[in-house]
C-alpha cells in the first residue's frame, strides 16, 4: 500500500537547519503542517539578542519559507534545557519569552525538560510550566537522551506538580522504555524517528501494534544532524505494508498532532484544507526563497495539485 493522498503533520522538525529543497520534498511527500520547536543550535549562544532573532526568525521568515512550498508552519517557543544551564543568560530569555508566546502560528511552550536534569534546568523547567498555565498553551516535553526513564518520570511528575493537565502535554522522544509511562499517566507521547538512533520506524510500527494510536505521534525532529525529514511519511509507508490501517496510521502521522497542539487555538485543519496559494514572487523582509536565474512559481498548492513545477529535481 501507499501513502498517496494521505496529509501528515510532522509535529517536531527543525527546519531551521534543513535547506529550502526540504521543504519542496516535504510537500511532495504530503506533509501539509509542520511544528517547529525552538531547540540549541550545536553550540552555545551568549547573548540574549541571538535568542530574540532566533525566536524571530520562527514566526517570521520559516513560516514564510514554509509557505513558499505549499507548508503551513507552526511553532513552539522556549528555552532549551540545555541552555537553562547559563542561568545569567537564562534569566533574560524568561523576560523574553512572554514577547513571542502570543504571535501567530505559536501552539505551545516549548521545547522544554531536562538534559543533564541539573537544578538549573529544574528552575527553567518549572519556570516555563507556570508560564503555560499563565497563557492556557500546551507543552512540548525534551526528555533526555541519558537516564530516559528515570527524566521522564520527572519530567511528568513535576507538571503534575505543578497542576498541567497531562492532555495539554506532548512529551518527546519516547521508546519502549519510557511509552506505558507516559501513556499510563495520561500524556500524549511523541515518537521521533532517527535513522540509526532514537526511534526506527519499524520499531515504531511495533509499538502501534501495541499500544494502538491513542494519544500517540511521531515526528522527525530533523536537524543539522543525521536526520530524515521525510521520517513521517516513510514511517506511514512501512506501518501500512505492516497491515496496520490506514485510519490508525492517519491517527498517528497527522489526527493526534492536530489534537494535541491545537489546544492552543493557533493550529487548525482549515489551514490548509482551503487551497493554499503559492507565490515565489513574494519576498520577506526582502528577501526570497529563489537565487538568480531561478523561474518562481504561483500557483495553487492544494492537497492533490500538481506540484511537479514546485519541487527541485
Not at 520527572?154 to 506538580?161: G, Q, T
Request: hydrophobic share 35%; net charge negative.
Amino acid at each position: 500500500m501507499n501513502t498517496n493522498n494521505m496529509m501528515f503533520i510532522d509535529p517536531h522538525i527543525h527546519m531551521t537547519s534543513r535547506t529550502t529543497d526540504d521543504y519542496a520534498r516535504m510537500r511532495q511527500a504530503g506533509i501539509v503542517a509542520i511544528i517547529e520547536p525552538a531547540f540549541w543550535l550545536g553550540q552555545p549562544r551568549t547573548e540574549v539578542g541571538s535568542f530574540k532573532d532566533y525566536y524571530s526568525s520562527l514566526v517570521g521568515w520559516e513560516r514564510f519559507r514554509a509557505s513558499q512550498f505549499g507548508i503551513r508552519h507552526y511553532c513552539t517557543i522556549g528555552l532549551n534545557s540545555k541552555e537553562a544551564n547559563n542561568e545569567e543568560l537564562a534569566e533574560q530569555v524568561m523576560e523574553l519569552l512572554p514577547l513571542f508566546v502570543y504571535k501567530e502560528g505559536v501552539v505551545g511552550i516549548g521545547e522544554i525538560g531536562y538534559d543533564d536534569q541539573t537544578a538549573a534546568e529544574d528552575k527553567y523547567y518549572r519556570l516555563q510550566l507556570e508560564l503555560a498555565k499563565e497563557v492556557n498553551m500546551p507543552v512540548q516535553i525534551h526528555t533526555p537522551h541519558r537516564d530516559k526513564k528515570a527524566g521522564t518520570i520527572r519530567s511528568m511528575e513535576v507538571c503534575i506538580e505543578h497542576g498541567i493537565d497531562p492532555g495539554m502535554v506532548i512529551v518527546d522522544h519516547n521508546n519502549e522504555e519510557t511509552v506505558k509511562d507516559t501513556l499510563d499517566r495520561g500524556f500524549w507521547a511523541a515518537f521521533t524517528i532517527y535513522p540509526n538512533s532514537k526511534m526506527g520506524n519499524e520499531r515504531m510500527a511495533e509499538i502501534v501494534k501495541q499500544y494502538g494510536t491513542e494519544r500517540i505521534m511521531i515526528n522527525s525532529a530533523a536537524d543539522w544532524g543525521i536526520s530524515d525529514p521525510l521520517s513521517v511519511p516513510k514511517t506511514a509507508a512501512l506501518m501500512l505494508q505492516r497491515g496496520i490501517s490506514q485510519e490508525d496510521v492517519r491517527m498517528v502521522c497527522y489526527q493526534n498532532a492536530l489534537t494535541a497542539f491545537g489546544q492552543s487555538g493557533q493550529i487548525k485543519e482549515s489551514d490548509w484544507l482551503e487551497p493554499m496559494k503559492v507565490d515565489q514572487t513574494a519576498k520577506f523582509s526582502d528577501n526570497s526563497v529563489l537565487r538568480g536565474g531561478q523561474t518562481p512559481v504561483v500557483g495553487d498548492a492544494s492537497t492533490g495539485s500538481d506540484l511537479t513545477d514546485i519541487i527541485v529535481k
